[in-house]
DNA sequence: TTAGTATATTGACAACCTTCGATTTACTTG
DNA sequence: CAAGTAAATCGAAGGTTGTCAATATACTAA
C-alpha cells in the first residue's frame, strides 16, 4: 500500500508504528472476529457448562438455526482448537477445551490491557 | 426459526437453555466484531499509546489503507463510544475514551470468564 | 472572494460471511 | 445385504462489510 505525500503544513508531529504490528493485529483481529458471532458464542456457553460432552442433536435443538449451520459453526470453533469432538458410532460428542479458551483469554486480555 | 423433531432415539439428554440468551449473545458478539478488524485494532492502539489527541493525517500515514477507510473505521469506533474527536480549524484529533475501553474490557472479561 | 486544504460522506464494487436445501458419508440395525 | 439415521459437506443465494475514487463540506488564508 502506498502512502500519499503527507501534509505540508505541521498540524502534527508524526507517530511512531504502531505497537501492534500490522501481523499482531491480524491475529488478533482473527481471535475476535471467531468469537464475535452469536452462534458460536452460544455454543461455547453451552459447552462451557456442561461438564461432560454434548450430543451435536442437542446443540442443534437449542440453536436458532438448521444443522448445517450449527455444523460449520463447529467446524471452526474446532479448527481453532477452542473445542473438539468424538464421534461415538452415528453421534458426535463435543466439548471445550478449557485450556484453548484460557488461552485465548489471556491473550485477548494481555492486549486490552494495552489500550486502557 | 421452527425446530425440527428431535431424534428418537435416545442418543442423550436434552440440554436447558444457554445461560447466554440470544440477545446477550448479539450484543457480545457485537462488542467483539467491533474489535475483530485489524485496522480498528490498530487505530485504538495508536490512540492509546499517547496521552495527547492525534491528528486524523497521522492515523492516515500509520496505516496502510486510505484515507476514506480510515474515516469509516474512525466513525465505528467513535458511534460505539470507544474514541472521541475535537475539531480545531481543519484538522480533527482524536482521542482513546479510556473509561469505555475499560468498560468494554470489563464486559468481554466478565463473560469470557464463564467459558473457562 | 477565490484558491487551497483536511476530513467526511457518497456510491459503487468486491470480498467475505452466513445460511440452508440437497447430498454424501459413515455408521447401525434388521 | 438393504433400509434408516446422524452428522458433514457441497453449492448456491443473500446479506454484510471493507475499500476507494469522486465529491461534498467546512474551514484557512491570500
Known amino acids: 500500500m502506498n502512502k500519499p505525500a503527507p501534509h505540508q503544513s505541521g498540524c502534527c508531529t508524526p ?3 504502531s505497537r501492534l ?4 493485529a491480524q491475529a488478533l483481529g482473527a ?7 452469536p452462534i458460536r458464542l452460544q455454543i461455547l456457553d453451552l ?7 454434548v450430543c451435536v442433536c ?8 438448521k444443522q448445517p449451520t450449527v455444523s460449520h459453526h463447529l467446524r471452526l ?7 473438539d469432538c468424538e464421534r461415538k458410532g452415528l453421534w458426535a460428542y ?5 485450556e484453548a479458551v484460557a488461552a485465548l483469554r ?3 486480555l494481555a492486549q486490552l490491557d494495552t489500550l486502557v
Open 15 to 17: 507517530l511512531g508504528a
Open 77 to 83: 470453533l474446532r479448527e481453532a482448537g477452542l473445542i
Open 31 to 37: 481471535d475476535l472476529g471467531l468469537l464475535g458471532h
Open 94 to 98: 463435543y466439548f471445550i477445551r478449557r
Open 47 to 53: 459447552l462451557a457448562q456442561h461438564t461432560d460432552q
Open 106 to 108: 489471556a491473550r485477548l
Open 58 to 65: 442437542d446443540l442443534e435443538a437449542a440453536l436458532p438455526v
Open 21 to 24: 504490528s500490522a501481523e499482531a
